[in-house]
């Protein structure tokens, strides 16, 4: 899909936006220090502009949401609020992403504290679209070739035989 110029804007002022916010205008070195990475407009970008639509049917999972940047990006790409769905590690991050993702309309319990690597993560029982989450054994994998833009945020579920369930990129 194609993001307008005007949508692109967009990401990159609510990427400074939550990056001045959060760290008060700290460099890229020291927030690297503090272990703590963003997605950046840019990245979002090319990750969005992977898929080849994306409407309010579609749903949107960040299984490191971090502090929701990437599902930021995604309401602006078009996708519906209530069907963006996040689960990070970080406990301040999961409390920061609910706040902020909140202004933007996505349901508090759509965002929660979890291990993207186990399964019971993906339950999001308060939400109406609960069962669009894999709810059997899988293994999850991550690539992120940056080098060479290769499987740019590809993220891939797949059965304990091997076989993929579900792929996201």
């Known amino acids: 899909m194609?993001?307008?110029e005007?949508?692109?804007?967009?990401?990159?002022?609510?990427?400074?936006?939550?990056?001045?916010?959060?760290?008060?205008n700290k460099t890229k070195k020291e927030r690297q220090k503090m272990g703590m990475f963003f997605t950046p407009s840019e990245?979002?970008?090319?990750?969005?502009?992977?898929?080849?639509?994306?409407?309010?049917?579609d749903t949107v999972l960040d299984p490191t949401c971090g502090c929701g940047l990437l599902l930021a990006y995604?309401?602006?790409a078009g996708a519906k609020p209530e069907k963006c769905f996040g689960?990070?590690?970080?406990?301040?991050m999961v409390r920061i992403a609910k706040s902020e993702?909140?202004?933007?309309?996505?349901?508090?319990?759509?965002?929660?504290?979890?291990n993207a690597l186990n399964r019971e993560c993906f339950y999001f029982p308060e939400s109406p679209y609960d069962d669009t989450?894999?709810?059997?054994?899988?293994i999850y994998s991550f690539?992120?070739?940056?080098?060479?833009?290769?499987?740019?945020?590809?993220?891939?579920?797949?059965?304990?035989d091997g076989t993929e369930y579900i792929h996201f990129i």
Do not use: A
């Open 143 to 160: 690539s992120c070739d940056l080098e060479n833009k290769k499987d740019l945020g590809k993220v891939q579920f797949f059965n304990k």
């Open 6 to 24: 005007e949508q692109k804007k967009k990401m990159t002022e609510y990427y400074n936006y939550i990056s001045n916010k959060m760290y008060g």
């Open 101 to 114: 993702l909140g202004k933007l309309g996505v349901p508090e319990y759509n965002i929660h504290w979890g």
């Open 43 to 57: 990245l979002g970008i090319q990750m969005l502009e992977k898929f080849e639509s994306l409407t309010e049917e």
């Open 2 to 4: 194609k993001l307008s």
């Open 74 to 76: 995604s309401i602006i």
């Open 87 to 92: 689960v990070e590690l970080d406990p301040e």
């Open 133 to 138: 989450f894999p709810r059997h054994d899988i």
